[in-house]
């Protein structure tokens, strides 16, 4: 019998105390991983099996079939070098070329669908008398982190070769009426006929995503799922969860556990973003329930997690972010594991308890073990506020100038701003006045590449305060 997504009336999911079991698990990780880097220098600390595959080796492919080896390693340089020459392109080449990148790399068939429900909605502002470029960018923008968050989670790296190509393509001038005819050779994009066949990088990718299957077998499933999704990428939520509940009855129809786990997963993140928090935390776990993808647990834990700790629930907040710390390690997602561990520490920071701090030298640890430059940056922050928090301004400096030297690597100016304004306000606690006023400063310059008025009103004022 099918179960209707507006009637889900299961208690939300509680996971017991899993702290202890996950210190131990992460102690034996670490010196696992300690014994195995020793051991075997080249091999990837963060995969069990795979071959590390560093994301330039894959750039490097990606980059042969461009005109000229021109590469994508450092956009802003190539924008500049090209706008120098030319630096027009129409919307219409650089849609074609985002296609035949999705191609290259061997998308598979729910991401390409996911991918080109974000060009369809580009596509269809490019045929309007006045595109809206902010749209057309947003999604296009969207469209790439998809492309890239396959890349990384199939490569076991962060990759950004796919965004950092669209930003380059940003900082020229580009004619948002679509025009076919309209070709600037010095953007062009060719994919030889072996690259998208033979590629040894594309036959590695396609043969882990096969043994993980990330669509529904069957096909009326999976376009029920597709148009699903699809009204979600439109910000139609009722008519989406409405198609959903008919993709969650044909999934009950075909006992597909795995899809109907990520149908609820999908109307959980409907609910969450419009504040039905109860539906959410329904939805989330009936999700849980149905899976035995580490991904997706982990997804939902993290999900409810954050509602509760919104809601100032702190014991079934931090009894999620356990468990998805423990999901995360499954699923080899170190960025995560990081995450949540930052904030059980910061919800114990916040009661002053100092066990806070065994919390944050974990998070620290394993993000220092990704190239994950905001999550770096997010956990010196945090450790920042904590040492604040608790008196110890030496300590406090230290983190905030962490954050801020990753935070800039990342291009983060508006973190950026912030970590300088919180270390301002800490030499302003010790009356050293000019080196307060150095920071705010600092913070001010940053704070004028964003559009957070508030900011940088604030840091304007402490500023007039100590002239």
């Known amino acids: ?26 102690d034996e990780e670490r010196s696992a991983s300690n014994a195995q880097r020793e051991e075997q220098p080249d091999q990837n600390s963060k995969s069990k099996g795979l071959q590390y595959v560093d994301t330039s080796t894959y750039s490097s492919i990606y980059n042969s079939n461009i005109k000229d080896q021109q590469t994508v390693t450092y956009p802003n340089e190539v924008a500049t070098a090209l706008a120098q020459r030319n630096p027009k392109i129409n919307i219409a080449q650089i849609l074609k070329d985002f296609k035949n990148t999705a191609i290259a790399i061997g998308t598979p068939a729910e991401l390409k669908e996911e991918v080109g429900g974000y060009l369809a909605l580009i596509e269809k502002q490019v ?5 809206n470029s902010k749209i057309i960018k947003s999604n296009l923008k969207n469209a790439a982190s998809i492309l890239d968050n396959y890349i990384s989670e199939t490569l076991n ?6 965004e950092n190509w669209v930003d380059a393509l940003f900082l020229q001038q580009i004619d948002f009426k679509y025009d076919e005819e309209d070709i600037n050779s010095a953007f062009l994009v060719k994919f030889p006929e072996e690259t998208l066949n033979r590629s040894e990088q594309t036959e590695e990718i396609q043969e882990k ?3 993980t299957p990330l669509i529904p077998q069957d096909e009326e499933l999976k376009k029920l799922f597709i148009k699903a999704k699809k009204m979600t990428y439109a910000n139609k939520p009722k008519e989406a969860i409405l198609a959903f509940q008919t993709a969650l009855n044909r999934a009950n129809e075909v006992s597909d556990k795995e899809t109907q786990s990520k149908i609820f997963l999908e109307v959980g993140k409907i609910y969450d973003e419009h504040d039905y928090l109860a539906q959410a935390l329904k939805s989330y776990n009936q999700s849980i329930k149905r899976t035995t993808d580490c991904n997706v647990k982990t997804r939902a834990h993290y999900s409810m997690a954050e509602i509760y700790n919104d809601a100032n629930q702190t014991e079934p907040a931090i ?42 030298e974990v998070a620290d640890t394993i993000a220092e073990e990704t190239d994950n430059l905001k999550i770096k940056g997010y956990v010196s922050s945090s450790i920042g506020d904590a040492y604040d928090k608790f008196g110890d301004s030496p300590e406090a400096l230290k983190a905030y100038s962490k954050a801020v030297k990753n ?8 973190k950026v701003a912030q970590n300088y304004f ?19 400063e600092k913070a001010q310059k940053f704070a ?15 500023l007039i305060s100590i002239s």
């Open 1 to 26: 019998m099918g179960l209707n997504l507006n009637s889900i009336y299961q208690r939300p999911y509680f996971v017991q105390d899993r702290r202890n079991q996950i210190k131990k698990r992460e």
């Open 127 to 131: 045929t309007k008398e006045t595109p």
């Open 157 to 162: 790296k962060d990759s950004k070769v796919v």
């Open 209 to 211: 995503v096969q043994t």
């Open 319 to 360: 009894d999620h972010y356990f468990s998805t710390v423990s999901y995360a390690g499954e699923a080899e997602n170190l960025s995560v594991q990081s995450k949540s561990l930052i904030k059980i520490a910061n919800i114990y920071s916040d009661m002053y308890e100092k066990k806070a701090f065994d919390y944050y």
């Open 407 to 414: 935070y800039i690597e990342a291009d983060s100016p508006q």
């Open 422 to 440: 919180n270390a301002a306000g800490i030499m302003l606690d010790h009356n050293y006045e000019d080196k307060a006023k150095g920071l705010l």
């Open 448 to 462: 004028q590449k964003t559009d957070d008025i508030s900011l940088m009103t604030e840091i304007e004022n402490t």
